[in-house]
Each structure stands twice: as C-alpha cells, then as structure tokens.
C-alpha cells in the first residue's frame, strides 16, 4: 500500500471525516485531500502527529519502505512491538523489550544474549547456534556500536538492583530470592487485580514495559513479579494453571 491508502484507511477506520482530520493535525482539508489523492504527502511534522494520532510508525505512513531492526536485540519489527520515547511517541529503532519510556533496558550484552537465546530455539537454531549468531550480530547494531554515547552508564540497572533488593526486603513466605528483572510488555499478562481499598486495577497497560519475573518454587507453586516506578505487585500462581492470586500490592 502507499501513503494515500494508509492514510484514508487510518481516517475511515477512526471514523473520522478529512475536517477532523485536518483539525487533529493543524492543516487544511484541502491538504488531506491532497494526500488521499497521492498529489502530496505530509510533511516531516505532519508524519509525527499522525504517528501519534494513529498509534502507528513513519515508517508504516509512507508505505513500510524500511525493514525496521532492533538497534539492541536484532528483532524484526512491527509497530506492535516499538518502543516508546519519554513522550510516548513510537522510536522505529528499537523494540518494547530494549528501549522503554524513553530508557534502554540492557547494559550488558551477555545478558542480552541469554534472554534472547531462549527464544530463538527451535527448528531453525540450536542453542550453541542462536548464542553464536547473537554474539557475531549485536556488537554490528547502532546500539552497541554507540554505546558509550548512548548509555545511561549503569543508572538504570542500579534501579533494578535497588528495587531486587526491596523486593527481597520483604521476606515473601515461600517465595525464591530474586535475582534479576526483566522487561515485560503489558499484553504478557493483562490481568486486573484487586487492591486493599476494595478498588481494583488494571494493572499492565498494553502500551507500556514494565519490569518483572517468574519464579519457581516445588509444588507446581510459582511468584510473578511485576513492577515500575509506581507499582509493586507481587502474585502467587498455584498449580494447574489457577487463577493467580494477590500476594501483596504495595504503592512505591
């Protein structure tokens, strides 16, 4: 497909008429007739708003002309799985799992691979083979090649160290040590919970990472782990694949 019909399928699809449109992203209708008739295409600006407005990428806008690849893991990419800037405006370089609410997610390489290796193996890769090709391909990404430019130098990673060691604070009974998190997308478990006023939350929103674990004990029994800067939830799942229940909610 190319701009216009991008474009004109968006609009119908939000139900929205060329006036709304136009109001939304501060042209003219007569310039959104233009685009759906190929005459012009938006400029840099406009292509911004609608990325925003649509909850689509650029890239998708004009057409997909690009190939869009993880700068950080290698992951091919959709615009259901982009990653956000601080603004929650999509980045067309990296994936939710890497770069999220404007923060890169991995500062070590090694451990990158191990995450990654566990899901690359199957019919096409062996684990020897996955580790191996992981370990040729992500030191060639703009991520890794720019890291000293782009890092936050570790302050990232010492949240996630400062929050382990409150999570592990509070001596959960039966609950495993915690010794890393890792970033979780939303959809994983789009579960709503309840809190001690009676209230109950939603807590992962789709369009947001957060940070979290499973972790095993005997039994079939195991904890999850889900976390931000805002919110402490941890759930206890019991065996058979029940119904998780709350074990503690804390407000950070």
């Keep these: 497909m190319n701009t216009k ?6 609009r119908t699809k939000h139900g929205l008429s060329q006036d709304d449109l136009a109001e939304k992203v501060f042209v003219t209708r007569q310039a ?13 600006e406009t292509l911004k708003l ?19 690849v993880c700068q950080c893991c290698g992951m091919p990419l959709e615009d259901s799985v982009l990653g956000r800037n601080s603004d ?7 994936c939710r799992w890497c770069y999220a609410d404007g923060t890169y997610t991995y ?10 290796v566990r ?36 302050e990232f990673e010492a949240f996630k160290k400062k929050l382990i060691g409150e999570i592990n604070d509070l001596h959960i009974e039966g609950m495993p ?3 890393k998190l890792n970033a979780l997308v939303g959809s994983y478990v789009n579960l709503a ?15 947001t990472t957060y940070l979290g674990n499973q972790l095993e004990t005997g039994g079939g029994r195991c904890f999850g782990v889900l976390a931000n800067k805002d919110f402490l939830l941890i759930c206890t799942y019991g065996e058979g694949g029940a119904d998780p229940e709350l074990v503690l909610y804390k407000k950070r």
């Design 107 to 116: 500062s070590d390489m090694d451990e990158l691979i191990e995450v990654c």
């Design 50 to 68: 609608l990325s925003r407005l649509f909850n689509v990428s650029i890239n998708t806008l004009l057409g997909s002309p690009r190939q869009l």
């Design 193 to 207: 919970y309840p809190l001690p006023s009676g209230l109950s939350v939603k807590f992962l929103d789709d369009r």
């Design 119 to 154: 899901n690359m193996i199957g019919e096409n890769f062996s684990e020897e083979q996955a580790r191996a090709y992981l370990k040729e391909a992500l030191p060639k990404l703009d991520y890794w090649k720019r890291y000293e430019e782009l890092s936050d130098h570790g």
């Design 88 to 94: 929650g405006s999509l980045n067309e370089d990296y």
């Design 5 to 10: 019909d991008i474009l004109y399928g968006l």
């Design 32 to 44: 959104v007739s233009r685009w759906e008739k190929g005459e012009t295409v938006p400029n840099t």
């Design 177 to 179: 040590k915690l010794e």
